[in-house]
């Protein structure tokens, strides 16, 4: 289903997650060219669609929420919530049901806030006594997170998974730089907050209802543009300009603009996560139109998460973290466009990083000190390469 239009008909089986296409409707067609794949392949493309669309195997939790609802799978669990998301408006419904978009979305109707209060909380108990129907059970990522509503709208809460909460630290520190180089909705702006005795980032849903995001995998589908694959997620000057091939060729405006925006800032921020998933469009579901996504996923951004080995050894030796830096984050182009870029914009911002780090004691004491010599280091790299636009 999207919205209340129904795609296609198929059977799933909730313990090895295989999935048979029992017929297609018209507009189901669509479901299956936006993966730019040929209709012969729909069980796999449609399983491949089940598939993410549910807790990502990556969390360490995982299990732990599994065995609270007696799931054997996260596909199980995303299908007793009809698969609903805050990403994307495809969801599922069972034979012989009524149910309606506008009656079951989480958009326009509640969820149960105990779910994720019982995650962030780690009482993984309390699961039995909440309601699966969440966004929580269809959100990716390998962080626990809840989703929360107020007055000021949806907002993603996610709790720390590093070093003594370091990683919050950094995650902020890659917003507040965001802030000060690029313009309002171009970056997710980032929050820490408390949340059952946990530091965490909170940052809010940069969708309305009738949007949804397509990931890098799909958008380069669409697109019909090869996606370059890296199994290490590191960003190459080839990933970024198929990406800007990819966002030209949907119509989207400086294109160019945004991937070097994303570029630069995971350069400066020193994060080497960068796989498709990290990145995408958001295409607005009655018109079509399109949008370059915000930079919306800053964990392990400055320095965070490594290990508290590889952290202690990088300290100890400042020499071998500069040359280990100059390698991973040496990729930007000067032919991309670099009009938006101010070089003073982040003038003292290592000053800054000092600060974050100076109070978190599970850390080496010269940590912040050693990241904001990286970034200094990275910042004159990127004045260097957009001198010369």
């Known amino acids: 289903m999207k919205r209340n239009q129904e795609l296609v008909d198929f059977e799933v089986?909730?313990?090895?997650?295989?999935?048979?296409?029992?017929?297609?409707?018209?507009?189901?067609?669509?479901?299956?060219?936006?993966?730019?794949?040929?209709?012969?392949?729909?069980?796999?493309?449609?399983?491949?669609?089940?598939?993410r669309r549910a807790i990502s195997s990556s969390r360490p939790d995982r299990q732990s929420i599994l065995d609270a609802f007696g799931a054997h799978s996260a596909v199980e669990l995303a299908l007793k919530g009809h698969g609903l998301s805050l990403s994307d408006l495809y969801w599922y419904r069972s034979p012989g049901s009524t149910d309606r978009w506008?009656?079951?979305?989480?958009?326009?109707?509640?969820?149960?806030?105990?779910?994720?209060?019982?995650?962030?909380s780690e009482d993984y108990a309390g699961l039995a006594a909440c309601s699966p129907d969440v966004p929580e059970a269809t959100t990716s990522g390998h962080?626990?997170?809840?989703?929360?509503?107020?007055?000021?709208?949806?907002?993603?809460?996610?709790?720390?998974?590093?070093?003594?909460?370091?990683?919050?630290?950094?995650?902020?520190?890659?917003?507040?730089?965001?802030?000060l180089l690029f313009d309002e909705g171009?970056?997710?702006?980032?929050?820490?907050?408390?949340?059952?005795?946990?530091t965490c980032t909170a940052g809010p849903l940069m969708l309305s209802g009738d949007e949804e995001l397509v990931d890098g995998r799909r958008l380069c589908a669409i697109a019909g543009v090869r996606e370059v694959q890296r199994e290490d997620a590191r960003i190459t000057p080839e990933v970024c300009?198929?990406?800007?091939?990819?966002?030209?060729?949907?119509?989207?405006q400086d294109a160019s603009a945004h991937v070097a925006r994303m570029a630069t800032c995971s350069c400066l921020s020193l994060l080497s996560d960068f796989h498709a998933g990290n990145f995408g469009a958001i295409r607005k579901a009655d018109s079509g139109t399109w949008r370059a996504a915000p930079i919306f996923d800053y964990d392990g951004s400055f320095g965070c998460p490594f290990s508290e080995n590889l952290i202690s050894s990088?300290?100890?030796?400042?020499?071998?973290?500069?040359?280990?830096?100059?390698?991973?984050?040496?990729?930007?182009?000067?032919?991309?466009?670099?009009?938006?870029?101010?070089?003073?914009?982040?003038?003292?911002?290592?000053?800054?990083?000092?600060?974050?780090?100076?109070?978190?004691q599970d850390l080496p004491p010269n940590f912040g000190e050693l990241v904001a010599l990286l970034f200094a280091m990275q910042r004159n790299y990127v004045n260097d390469i957009t001198a010369t636009r």
Not at 20 to 36: I, Q, R
Not at 145 to 160: H, Q, T, Y
């Open 241 to 252: 300009d198929t990406r800007i091939d990819a966002y030209a060729a949907m119509g989207i």
């Open 314 to 360: 990088l300290c100890k030796y400042p020499d071998l973290a500069k040359l280990l830096c100059a390698h991973a984050f040496s990729y930007l182009k000067p032919s991309w466009d670099w009009s938006w870029y101010d070089p003073h914009a982040l003038d003292g911002f290592e000053d800054r990083i000092v600060e974050a780090y100076a109070s978190w």
């Open 102 to 120: 506008e009656d079951i979305n989480f958009f326009d109707n509640e969820w149960d806030p105990g779910f994720g209060a019982a995650v962030l």
């Open 13 to 51: 089986d909730p313990t090895t997650c295989e999935v048979h296409v029992l017929d297609v409707h018209a507009a189901g067609d669509d479901l299956f060219s936006c993966e730019g794949r040929v209709r012969q392949n729909a069980d796999r493309i449609l399983a491949y669609l089940v598939k």
């Open 143 to 179: 962080a626990a997170k809840a989703w929360e509503r107020d007055g000021d709208g949806i907002s993603l809460v996610k709790a720390s998974f590093g070093i003594g909460g370091a990683d919050v630290v950094g995650a902020k520190l890659a917003s507040d730089m965001c802030s």
């Open 186 to 198: 171009c970056y997710v702006p980032l929050r820490i907050v408390d949340r059952c005795g946990r």
